[in-house]
């Protein structure tokens, strides 16, 4: 039988990682009402998640299991499906950028931007399909897709810092031996 | 989110309950679906919609999820009122609504083990799916374990695990180590406890193609009234405009 | 006839490791039971993940020499075939349960043999009886005991219904009544024909061993340092535990809790599950809300710290040195120096603490702790649990070493033998309350008379 792309192990540490997102999106608010501040450390999880597996998929399945989970215990106020979709494009977007140049700290700070603005833009998608006016869109989402981009930078930036991190404390050796 | 911390808001009493998941998981996309229609239409589908929600005890949920994106809600209807009109501003907040409340009738009423084995007749990996039962079941464990690594590492006197507990708008050198200092231990736990569970998985022959699950979802006579119920009130909803 | 499982000189090599595990030589059958002892890092669980096929399937590495099931070479024949015949119940039950009920634990393994429903359904009913799991059949596997729950791995791996089962020191998370159950099953399933392959250091077990094919991994016992000095005495000094009382949500952890313990000793805490052994030590090391009081004669409250039951919570920096010294303002390096030898940590000072042993990870802990200026007294929760018979000794002659520099040690510990053979008192909890304070009456192993040595306080 051959092996699978993701081995049980690496599923199954990526969808514990998914319940860190899902738990730091409920209980680590910082006291801002700024639009996309969770993608502090919402990206920084995706990315740390895309380092620790690095294949391509790794966030995406992360953004797909956590926005299960998400929608579940009733996180995100435009229901499960806004929930489960802005969550697996996260995912998504963050691992394409990682997948298109080598793991660093740019790379990293950029897909934390792509995700955190993908989540944006699944919900702008949305909002488009229910017939919201363009106009209204473009008035009320400039201010947060630039939030979303600067807390994305900085949620990937943090996501780098604890690669490294983990890499110091012998992480990536642990992992080595494990398949 | 449900009081007292992370954790599915279910339903124990509703009819739903006995209804196959992948029944409810066509209806919440047929719902979904129905977003795009115009307002007659809608108004009547919607009605259905919250009268299946209100017979099948699930008014609570669908009012509290409303509330939550009130804010929303509100402005976009003053905003479409103003600038377009009111039967503009009925249509975008009935569809607003319908998307936040449709995938309730799936999470209010579905354990996670019984979408897993949905999802597993639904052609998804068994692996995904039992990475995501997992998952859930790791939410209860992972509150305890965040508070004992903030425990253990305050023990240490870290300098800056204070400003974890009352967070504040800056960022100092402090935070960054003492966020390494939570954020390390938490995500070493999370790959010991899944490779412990990988271990104990492959030790019960976990990856076998001989696997047959023991439980079968099959589509009973309320699933199939559910199903054409939908069908004849979209495909009515959609002809009436 | 060849046997079913055979081991032969297989030796494994860890990525990034210098030198191999093994090699071992082994052969089981059926109805046999084979003990595999040996001192703690000979390579216990590495065999047991050997003979299981765990190792090469799950681990990286080389591995040499061969392990054979049934003649077949293991490495050859996929895991989830190789499963249904050599069974693998570990050491943490809580780390290998998969389910939400403590039926779907058992027909978790079911599933994966391709049974039909009628026989999943037959031999579900017939495990669950066996082991005495009927009652429990809805409950969720994380409410259940440490030894229920080890029951119920058992039982799952049984169901499968495999020729042979490893156990991987499968007792030693357990309290002694709790082992003595698990053991018993064990010995009704070799009865019944399995073979068992024991990796187990629990000595109170030895009834289990009568007939047993013994293996010892390795011959020479590791030679036995003397402790390093201990710098300054710590002066005698008491606490007073006064009217202590805990209330945890709706519940009462501990009520009317007054104890008078002296710098010097070393205390036992023990008793069941949930009886307040957590709490009480929470309590004296300051981390816990509670009523009454905790002072030491003058009012003040002595400086006592908590070595957690986990270390990998705190664990965070790349080498044990940097993680040692962590958070300290000022280095001293001379406590630094004594700190490490004394808890057997020089060898491994640039290791990143990830990668040592479960053993030497509670000394880290341990070492952590010495490192705090100005501690008195030091609380222990379990800290020989999931241990073998070297880090327990070695564990035991640390408390002693610092109970005769001065230290206050209090111990929570489910290990009866340990504490009776190093603790100086037991206070025994019952629901929250002191049900016994009483001296131990085991005459304790000598420490053997060291120099005096100063760990500055």
Not at chain 2, 36 to 63: D, S, T
Request: contains cysteine; charged residues 20%.
């Amino acid at each position: 039988m051959g092996r699978s792309y993701f081995s049980t192990f690496e599923l199954l540490l990526l969808a514990l990682l998914a319940t860190l997102v899902v738990a730091g999106n409920v209980a680590l608010r910082l006291p801002l009402k700024v639009p996309g501040h969770s993608g502090l450390v919402w990206m920084a999880l995706l990315v740390v998640a895309r380092g620790v597996v690095p294949k391509l998929g790794a966030a995406a399945t992360v953004g797909l299991l956590s926005g299960l989970l998400a929608a579940f215990v009733g996180v995100g106020d435009k229901g499960g499906l806004d929930t489960l979709v802005s969550y697996t494009a996260a995912g998504a977007a963050v691992d394409l950028v990682a997948a298109c140049a080598p793991a660093n700290v740019l790379t990293s700070a950029l897909a934390g931007l792509a995700g955190n603005s993908a989540k944006l833009g699944v919900k702008v998608l949305l909002e488009l399909w229910i017939g919201i006016p363009t106009g209204f869109l473009v008035l009320g989402r400039t201010f947060p897709a630039l939030t979303h981009a600067v807390f994305g930078l900085a949620g990937g930036y943090l996501g780098y810092l604890v690669l490294e991190a983990l890499r110091r404390a012998g992480f990536f050796v642990y992992l080595a031996g494990r398949r | 989110m449900p009081p007292g911390g992370l954790g599915q808001s279910i339903a124990p009493d509703s009819f739903l309950r006995r209804v196959d998941p992948r029944t409810k998981i066509a209806l919440s996309l047929a719902a979904s679906a129905a977003v795009g229609i115009p307002l007659r239409p809608l108004a009547f589908f919607g009605a259905c919609f919250v009268g299946l929600l209100a017979g099948a005890g699930l008014a609570r949920q669908a009012a509290a999820q409303l509330w939550r994106a009130r804010l929303w809600f509100a402005v976009l209807f003053l905003l479409d009122w103003t600038f377009v009109g009111v039967d503009f501003a009925v249509l975008i907040t009935l569809r607003l609504a319908l998307l936040a409340a449709a995938f309730i009738l799936v999470f209010a009423t579905t354990t996670p083990d019984e979408l897993r084995v949905a999802g597993e007749r639904l052609g998804l990996p068994p692996r995904l799916a039992f990475a995501f039962a997992t998952a859930f079941r790791s939410l209860a464990l992972l509150e305890r374990e965040w508070q004992g690594i903030l425990e253990a590492q305050k023990a240490r006197d870290i300098v800056g695990m204070q400003s974890l507990e009352k967070p504040h708008w800056w960022l100092r050198r402090d935070d960054f180590t003492s966020a390494a200092a939570l954020v390390v231990p938490a995500i070493v736990l999370a790959a010991q406890r899944a490779w412990s569970i990988s271990e104990a998985a492959a030790a019960r022959g976990f990856e076998s193609p001989l696997r047959r699950s023991y439980r079968t979802l099959r589509l009973g006579a309320l699933d199939h009234v559910l199903l054409v119920a939908t069908v004849v009130v979209l495909g009515g909803s959609i002809l009436l405009r | 006839m060849r046997p079913l499982l055979e081991a032969d000189q297989a030796a494994f090599c860890y990525p990034g490791r210098d030198s191999a595990v093994g090699p071992f030589s082994l052969s089981a059958d059926s109805g046999e039971l084979h003990h595999v002892n040996g001192p703690s890092g000979c390579g216990k669980s590495t065999l047991a993940r050997m003979l299981t096929g765990l190792i090469p399937h799950l681990y990286r590495g080389a591995l040499t020499g061969e392990v054979r099931v049934d003649g077949q070479r293991a490495a050859d024949i996929p895991l989830w075939q190789l499963s249904a015949r050599v069974g693998f119940v570990g050491q943490n039950p809580a780390a290998q349960l998969l389910a939400t009920t403590v039926r779907d634990e058992v027909l978790f393994g079911l599933e994966n043999l391709g049974l039909s429903n009628v026989e999943m359904r037959r031999r579900l009913d017939t495990t669950l009886a066996t082991f005495g799991l009927r009652e429990l059949e809805n409950r969720d596997p994380r409410t259940l005991s440490g030894g229920e729950q080890q029951k119920l791995v058992l039982a799952a791996i049984t169901a499968r219904r495999p020729q042979v089962i490893v156990f991987d020191e499968v007792l030693s998370m357990l309290d002694a009544a709790s082992a003595r159950a698990v053991a018993q099953h064990v010995e009704r399933l070799r009865r019944d024909g399995t073979g068992v392959v024991a990796f187990e250091h629990r000595p109170a077990l030895k009834t289990w061993y009568q007939d047993a094919h013994c293996h010892t991994l390795a011959n020479v016992p590791p030679a036995e340092s003397p402790l390093p000095d201990l710098p300054q005495q710590i002066a005698p000094f008491q606490v007073r535990v006064a009217g202590v009382e805990v209330t945890l949500g709706s519940q009462r952890a501990l009520e009317d809790i007054d104890l008078s313990l002296k710098g010097g000793q070393v205390i036992a805490l023990v008793g069941a599950n949930g009886a307040g052994k957590t709490t009480l030590l929470r309590a004296l090391a300051g981390l816990q809300r509670h009523s009454g009081h905790i002072h030491d004669g003058t009012g003040a409250r002595p400086r006592l710290g908590l070595c957690f039951q986990n270390p990998d919570q705190q664990i965070f920096n790349p080498s044990v040195r940097q993680e040692i010294l962590f958070g300290n303002a000022r280095i001293d390096a001379a406590r630094y120096r004594c700190v490490v030898e004394l808890l057997g940590l020089v060898p491994y000072e640039n290791t990143p603490p990830l990668l040592l042993s479960e053993g030497e990870k509670k000394r880290l802990g341990l070492a952590i702790l010495l490192m705090r200026p100005g501690l008195r007294g030091l609380c222990l929760d379990e800290p020989t649990l999931g241990q073998d018979g070297d880090h327990r000794r070695r564990i035991g002659r640390i408390v002693r070493h610092l109970a005769g520099a001065g230290y206050l040690c209090v111990v929570a510990t489910h290990d009866l033998e340990w504490a009776a053979e190093w603790c100086d008192e037991f206070v025994v909890l019952h629901a929250g309350k002191i049900a016994e304070h009483q001296q131990s009456t085991t005459l304790h192993r000598p420490v053997a008379k060291e120099p005096e040595c100063h760990l500055a306080v």
